[in-house]
């Protein structure tokens, strides 16, 4: 995310440090085919030996960065790229209590925390729990569809560490049928227009289907543009097990040809992604998966082994860093990975400088004072 001139300050020494003095209890490792969730490793276990495969560069030298928080799976929308409310179906009425959240952000230490679920403007303490988090020098996405930002902006304050992170997948038409339900890009734009008028800072999340005409996503940013929104995530789909519809979804292949161009969008509007990951996307260069970097917290635990794969719940976040088979995953590892490039996979490799150039750095200087 587009981050504080201070926040980048802080960022930066905090992964200066942990890359040379990573917290040594998160570095135990179990052994490849010692994965809890699947003790035979034959189900989707690599064909290829492990001995074969390059050991990833941070492997062990593990830490995070950002926090996916989940106080709630609940949420007043259907959308059709979504697992969440079908995965955790058993337990969609339950919430993290306040200070399970605030614990969670202790316990792990990540400087940034993205609210997710679900949809967060449901939870009761959703404005405390935004102040609690700044109050500790941490850096909040909130992640929602927009719907409920005017009637509960009076519950937050703006902040130069915070914003909104608004989810459009295109134009009226195609956003509500994304979402099944008509009305809701109406309602997301009214959102977005009131946050602003605000004060606030606002991001849009907008997510790339195979359908998805990347003409119309440049029409959307436009009307964003005019709105004064500071900046834009592009997310490509991906068919991980909760909504696995190859109908919809690409593969690494679909996704490079649809995101070909994606520099020129880059060039025209303020994109929130650093410049090795539009690399990536593009097929100019690889990035390995450093998914410990975006661990993420919800009702059952500390979810293993990402965002959108579930193996195991863990206790406790030490628990997720040392038990978690991390070997067992990424491409060539486990095919359940091998069409993933969310940014929540592979943006933190970028961040980390693996497989990245000299010239990273002032692309991503100039990235930030956009």
């Known amino acids: 995310m587009k981050i504080s001139l201070s926040m980048a300050a802080k960022m930066a020494t905090y992964i200066a440090k942990?890359?040379?003095?990573?917290?040594?209890?998160?570095?135990?490792?179990?052994?490849?085919?010692?994965?809890?969730?699947?003790?035979?490793?034959?189900?989707?276990?690599?064909?290829?030996?492990?001995?074969?495969?390059?050991?990833?560069?941070?492997?062990?030298?593990?830490?995070?960065?950002?926090?996916?928080?989940?106080?709630l799976h609940a949420c007043n929308l259907t959308c059709t790229g979504c697992g969440r409310i079908r995965e955790y179906e058993a337990t969609i009425s339950q919430t993290l209590t306040l200070d399970q959240c605030l614990a969670a952000s202790d316990e792990c230490g990540a400087p940034m925390v993205s609210i997710c679920g679900g949809e967060p403007m449901l939870y009761p303490k959703i404005g405390l729990l935004v102040q609690a988090l700044l109050d500790r020098g941490r850096q909040v996405m909130l992640c929602t569809n927009g719907m409920f930002i005017r009637k509960k902006l009076a519950e937050f304050k703006p902040h130069n560490n915070s914003y909104f992170n608004v989810h459009l997948d295109g134009l009226k038409k195609n956003h509500d049928l994304a979402v099944e339900r008509d009305g809701v890009f109406d309602a997301a734009i009214d959102g977005v227009r009131a946050a602003k008028e605000a004060s606030f800072l606002v991001a849009t999340n907008t997510t790339v289907y195979r359908e998805t005409d990347m003409n119309e996503i440049w029409q959307l940013f436009e009307l964003l543009e005019k709105l004064?929104?500071?900046?834009?995530?592009?997310?490509?789909?991906?068919?991980?097990?909760?909504?696995?519809?190859?109908?919809?979804?690409?593969?690494?292949?679909?996704?490079?040809?649809?995101?070909?161009?994606?520099?020129?969008?880059?060039?025209?509007?303020?994109?929130?992604?650093?410049?090795?990951?539009?690399?990536?996307?593009?097929?100019?260069?690889?990035?390995?998966?450093?998914?410990?970097?975006?661990?993420?917290?919800?009702?059952?635990?500390w979810k293993?082994?990402?965002?959108?794969?579930?193996?195991?719940?863990?206790?406790?976040?030490?628990?997720?860093?040392?038990?978690?088979?991390?070997?067992?995953?990424?491409?060539?590892?486990?095919?359940?990975?091998?069409?993933?490039?969310?940014?929540?996979?592979?943006?933190?490799?970028?961040?980390?400088?693996?497989?990245?150039?000299?010239?990273?750095?002032?692309?991503?200087?100039?990235?930030?004072l956009k």
């Open 228 to 301: 004064e929104v500071d900046t834009h995530q592009l997310a490509p789909a991906y068919g991980y097990s909760a909504v696995n519809d190859r109908e919809i979804f690409m593969t690494r292949d679909d996704i490079r040809e649809k995101l070909r161009d994606i520099h020129k969008f880059s060039d025209r509007f303020n994109l929130n992604h650093t410049p090795a990951y539009l690399d990536f996307l593009r097929g100019e260069r690889e990035l390995p998966c450093t998914a410990w970097g975006t661990p993420t917290y919800n009702i059952k635990g």
């Open 18 to 71: 942990n890359k040379m003095s990573p917290p040594a209890h998160w570095q135990v490792s179990v052994k490849v085919g010692d994965d809890p969730a699947n003790p035979f490793n034959v189900l989707y276990g690599s064909s290829k030996p492990a001995v074969e495969r390059q050991p990833h560069p941070m492997l062990n030298k593990r830490f995070p960065l950002v926090l996916m928080l989940e106080p």
């Open 304 to 368: 293993g082994p990402c965002y959108v794969i579930t193996d195991a719940h863990y206790k406790t976040f030490e628990e997720l860093m040392t038990k978690t088979p991390w070997a067992n995953y990424g491409p060539g590892a486990d095919p359940r990975c091998e069409h993933c490039m969310m940014h929540s996979g592979f943006e933190p490799s970028a961040a980390l400088g693996i497989n990245t150039k000299f010239t990273d750095t002032f692309r991503m200087l100039q990235s930030a």
